[in-house]
């Protein structure tokens, strides 16, 4: 007979959240044993492929369950904080699609709840370090085969205008493009360059989807300041037309990096006769669940996960300072959470 699992898992949130399903899986000593989501309609369509799954219509079925040692939260942004405070209350480990929480002060609260139980591991979808073309690029940046670098430019190119404009996101009062996508490029920058923000400027407007229910700004762009001197310009932008995209250029003192859909590009000299080198590497070439296995090993030998409490906090109040800025209009401080 095989000897049960050393962790059980539960996802709350079966839209993104089904595939967090296999990436659990993948790890030989954990097994999803619970799922949770408000909608009958999702419910039958997801049992139908997971029939030996535990379903619930609510989320306190999973995160009160004293059999279940891990949850996913994959749920609408706007519940997260109090799944998160719940899940931690009922000693929890925790894995959380983006954003964590949706202010400054419930991620201060989720904070100092994490202090007080340090035997509990979380960690949130910030999937872009799993990508092998930005595994490439930092092993490179780390090398020091780009030098010094000074300049990036990083936006999250929506193009699924329409997810703004229904569903749930275009219903919620001032969801925020900056915690919702901005964050992977926030992430993708503070993990390849290990550099401090400082100080932000930011500009936004909702041209591209004036007249609809969508309150807030669809397009921002932030200038960052960094410790190093390094300046980066970070933003979303929810209108574009155009495919999904993470656009993405490093500029160092010895070479430049442009991504593309199919190929990136990286130059080394500044002679307009030397052709740049291609990089081929998968772009994207992850997937929703790619994290989960490490997180689990990670609960498992008691370290911190590939994005760790602090790579979550540090991505977090980088956008929070965004946002400030672009509705304050002034610059503003990033504040360490």
């Keep these: 007979m095989n000897a049960p699992p050393l962790l059980r898992a539960g996802v709350i949130g079966l839209g993104v959240g089904e595939r967090h399903i296999s990436g659990y899986e993948r790890h030989p000593d954990c097994r999803v044993v619970s799922l949770a989501d408000f909608c009958p309609e999702k419910r039958a369509e997801v049992q139908g492929r997971h029939p030996d799954r535990r379903m619930h219509a609510d989320a306190s079925a999973v995160l009160d369950d004293p059999e279940i040692d891990i949850v996913s939260i994959a749920s609408y942004d706007q519940h997260h904080f109090d799944q998160v405070m719940r899940a931690i209350a009922q000693n929890k ?50 090398s020091g085969a780009f030098g010094k ?17 229904n569903g749930w996101r275009g219903e919620l009062p001032g969801y925020s493009l900056v915690l919702g996508g901005a964050v992977h490029m926030a992430d993708l920058v503070l993990w390849l360059t290990g550099d401090r923000p400082v100080e932000v400027s930011a500009f936004g407007n909702r041209i591209a989807t004036d007249g609809s229910a969508f309150a807030n700004f669809d397009l921002v762009r932030a200038i960052v300041r960094f410790q190093s001197g390094m300046v980066a310009t970070i933003g979303c932008n929810g209108g574009l037309v155009h495919p999904h995209f993470h656009k993405l250029e490093i500029q160092g003192t010895e070479a430049s990096f442009i991504n593309g859909l199919e190929s990136a590009f990286v130059y080394r000299s500044r002679d307009p006769g030397t052709p740049p080198e291609q990089i081929t590497e998968a772009y994207p070439g992850v997937d929703k669940g790619d994290l989960l296995e490490d997180f689990v090993e990670a609960v498992l030998r008691d370290r911190e996960p590939e994005v760790g409490q602090d790579a979550v906090f540090d991505a977090l109040s980088l956008c929070f300072a965004i946002e400030r800025a672009v509705h304050g209009g002034r610059p503003e401080p990033v504040r360490s959470i």
């Design 93 to 142: 480990h925790i894995f959380v699609e983006k954003p964590l929480v949706l202010t400054e002060e419930h991620a201060a609260e989720v904070r100092e709840a994490l202090r007080r139980k340090p035997q509990l591991r979380i960690s949130s979808n910030l999937i872009l370090r799993r990508c092998p073309r930005f595994l490439w690029l930092r092993e490179q940046i780390r």
């Design 149 to 165: 670098i000074f300049h990036i430019e990083a936006d999250y190119q929506y193009g699924r205008i329409h997810k703004l404009l």
